[in-house]
């Protein structure tokens, strides 16, 4: 299976640009990269999802790089309101739909 | 993106007794995931609930544990048997949009504390 890395913890001040590292090295071709967050006491919620190219919506924007080997989940202005867990997640084994989550990285931001 | 619906919320059990947990899904999809998150934890994928078929459960859950029903495309259940201190965990069900990307949606998931 596909695994990524992510650091534990990371902190921001508010209203600043955060940078949310992601190793996926055993990437394979097919397998998009998702990114899901998780409020306090809320289930994750889906923030972004990529191929090869970078991507931006309403909530990030997310960079991929060149080899896909790795990503970074931006926040343009982090707030209050962006303090959780963030997961980033590769497909499970080839023709499945499952997902399997890593450790993912608690982001704390300062006022 | 679908809205799913668990039910309880929230329970809190006495060892050696089972409790379902039940997903209700506002659209049909072909397969809805069942993960675990242990206190402080992330999440671990319990199994794969599939209509009409036995579910695929993943190293280290088995059925007589976990035992899941899949009756139609937009209901599951997932029932924690003969419950310990250790089954205390937040209960979650997924769904994917079963295309391309397969975005996922979870429910808010139910917190059992087994006492």
């Known amino acids: 299976d596909a695994k990524t890395t992510q650091p534990n913890s990371m902190e921001s001040n508010e209203e600043e640009p955060v940078h949310l590292p992601c190793n996926h090295s055993?990437?394979?071709?097919?397998?998009?990269i998702h990114w899901y967050r998780q409020l306090p006491s809320q289930g994750p919620e889906y923030v972004i999802h990529?191929?090869?190219s970078n991507v931006n919506n309403r909530m990030a924007s997310l960079a991929i790089a060149e080899d896909r080997k790795s990503s970074t989940l931006i926040l343009h202005r982090a707030t209050l309101r962006d303090a959780a867990v963030y997961y980033c997640?590769?497909?499970?084994?080839?023709?499945?739909?499952?997902?399997?989550f890593g450790t993912g990285t608690r982001l704390k931001v300062l006022a | 993106s679908a809205v799913i619906s668990q039910k309880p919320s929230r329970d809190i059990c006495q060892r050696g007794t089972s409790l379902t947990i039940q997903c209700q899904v506002d659209?049909?999809?072909?397969?809805m995931f069942w993960y675990r998150q242990q206190p402080g934890q992330s999440l671990t994928l319990i199994a794969t609930?599939?209509?009409?078929?036995?579910?695929?459960?993943e190293s280290g859950f088995v059925i007589d544990k976990f035992p899941i029903s899949r009756p139609n495309l937009t209901f599951s259940t997932l029932t924690v048997s003969n419950m310990s201190p250790e089954d205390s965990s937040i209960y979650l069900c997924s769904v994917g949009t079963e295309s391309g990307a397969n975005v996922l949606t979870f429910g808010a998931g139910s917190r059992l504390t087994v006492l």
């Open positions: 609930a599939n209509q009409g078929s036995e579910a695929t459960y």
């Open positions: 659209s049909q999809v072909t397969m």
């Open positions: 055993t990437i394979s071709g097919t397998d998009y």
């Open positions: 997640i590769l497909r499970g084994p080839s023709g499945t739909y499952k997902y399997i």
């Open positions: 990529g191929l090869t």
